[in-house]
């Protein structure tokens, strides 16, 4: 039988007994999950006085924390309803037959949402490359004589941070980064039905198809783990890709997902084929362009416009999206008249903190979506960021983009306290959680309606039971309670 380590709540009776500090260093002390693990914490009213805090300055692996500061600085930099943009080239007109003797070129503006239904009103690719040909068809085009050429020069260096584990990397939580992304980077890959525990779980089919990609499975299905366990072991550019682990037992077969090794080469391929489905023949084919070439003599036939940043930042933050954070992280450079790299990006994001007087001795950042365990930040400058977008221009933007109790499984607990009290609006949390690590930060609203910034981490942790989530609960439930 799991144990938790329970606090009792006699609120009117607790917090008058002992201080905050008191309480808080109490409850963590005591907790047996976080015997030989850290712990960091601290609550303050924004600007105000620091209600408790417990080893600020010590920096600690921040998971997917990292992100309210990589949302906070892109917000305030580009604004909520900021547009990315597609744009489609020909660098020929066609002739009276609807023949284009040249080419047609994609180019990549950066878009993280590029045919993702993921942001409000967003649409699956094959829907926006469908409308695509119609434009194509539009100009008058009916034959390509030429390539169709995939530009995503746009972004430079690596596509996935330099500290993200080999265990991560093929996946789609951890999909590469380019100028010219599509459906988040990520395909299907199915697994036939698996009714038998211990048994090979062999791949059926990948959703969409992907040119030139082989996998290997070495999955195995579980009839006593219900998760998805399975890996994909591959490299940005690498497309063999082999998988490793389990995947529960299932009469319907199952399905994970995996990321694109070459997300701007599958971008023209696969429109080439919408073309030729759409009856547009294309006689070259589809590559990538190894430089950007002068637009400005070209013809643009089509501009391509991404979902508002504000619905963007939506995805990143309640669903804790890797993939956008680290698109995003490069727009900072590219604003900034730096090249488009990962670390011009996080030089960016080290200036929005200096900018805010948060110490850059309390960071140390690899990745902009928090992935790598070598992140480093205190929760000092956690609630730092968390103060700063309180005076923000875009505050309820920014605040609308955490997660509720409503939405997020590991406070569903929470919630069900929550409820009865119609308090479920009152916590707007960012939580992480990677090996060893569970985070949360956000803004709670204390007894008399008043914000409090907190932000709280664990690391070193020895198993992933639930345990330091309910002692984070217990310290939301004290804010909840506290009055000023």
């Known amino acids: 039988m799991k144990k938790f380590f329970i606090i009792p709540f006699l609120f009117g009776g607790l917090l008058d007994a002992q201080p905050l500090q008191e309480t808080i260093q109490n409850m963590t002390d005591q907790a047996p999950v976080l015997k030989g693990a850290w712990w960091a914490g601290v609550a303050q009213y924004p600007g105000e006085e620091v209600l408790f805090s417990v080893n600020e300055s010590q920096r600690m692996a921040p998971a997917s924390t990292l992100k309210l500061i990589t949302s906070a600085a892109v917000l305030e930099t580009f604004g909520p309803d900021y547009q990315f943009e597609t744009r489609l080239y020909a660098d020929a007109l066609p002739d009276a037959e609807g023949v284009l003797n040249g080419n047609i070129y994609i180019r990549g503006g950066g878009d993280p949402s590029l045919g993702s239904t993921r942001p409000a009103g967003g649409e699956n690719a094959q829907k926006l490359l469908r409308r695509w040909a119609k434009e194509i068809k539009k100009s008058g085009i009916k034959t390509i004589r030429g390539n169709i050429y995939a530009d995503e020069t746009l972004f430079e260096g690596l596509s996935v941070p330099p500290k993200v584990n080999w265990e991560n990397m093929g996946n789609y939580y951890a999909a590469p980064v380019s100028a010219l992304s599509l459906a988040d980077n990520s395909f299907k890959i199915r697994f036939s039905p698996q009714p038998g525990h211990g048994k090979e779980a062999k791949v059926s089919n990948t959703e969409p198809e992907i040119p030139g990609l082989s996998i290997r499975s070495f999955v195995t299905a579980s009839a006593q783990d219900r998760r998805d366990n399975a890996y994909v072991y591959a490299a940005p550019g690498q497309f063999d890709l082999d998988i490793y682990g389990t995947i529960p037992t299932n009469l319907l077969g199952f399905t994970i997902q995996a990321a694109l090794p070459d997300p701007a080469l599958f971008t023209a391929q696969y429109l080439q084929q919408i073309l030729q489905e759409e009856g547009i023949s294309v006689t070259g084919n589809a590559q990538k362009a190894e430089t950007s070439p002068d637009y400005s003599a070209m013809h643009l036939l089509y501009t391509q416009k991404s979902a508002k940043l504000k619905d963007i930042l939506y995805v990143l933050n309640k669903r804790s999206f890797n993939f956008y954070a680290e698109m995003l992280v490069r727009h900072l450079a590219l604003h900034a008249g730096q090249k488009g790299t990962l670390q011009n990006g996080i030089q960016q994001l080290e200036n929005w903190l200096k900018a805010h007087n948060i110490p850059l001795n309390d960071v140390k950042i690899y990745d902009a979506s928090g992935l790598s365990r070598d992140n480093m930040l205190t929760v000092r400058a956690l609630t730092g960021t968390l103060n700063a977008m309180r005076n923000s221009p875009y505050f309820n933007v920014y605040y609308q983009t955490l997660a509720t109790p409503n939405d997020r499984g590991d406070l569903l607990l929470l919630r069900r306290w929550l409820y009865p009290q119609k308090r479920l609006d009152d916590v707007h949390v960012k939580g992480g959680t ?42 939301i439930k004290t804010l909840l309670h506290y009055q000023h």
Request: overall charge negative.
């Open 434 to 475: 990677i090996d060893g690590v569970k985070a949360m930060a956000g803004y709670v609203k204390d007894k008399e309606g008043k914000l409090i910034s907190f932000a709280l981490i664990a690391n070193n942790l020895e198993d992933k039971s639930e345990a330091i989530n309910r002692i984070h609960e217990n310290i």
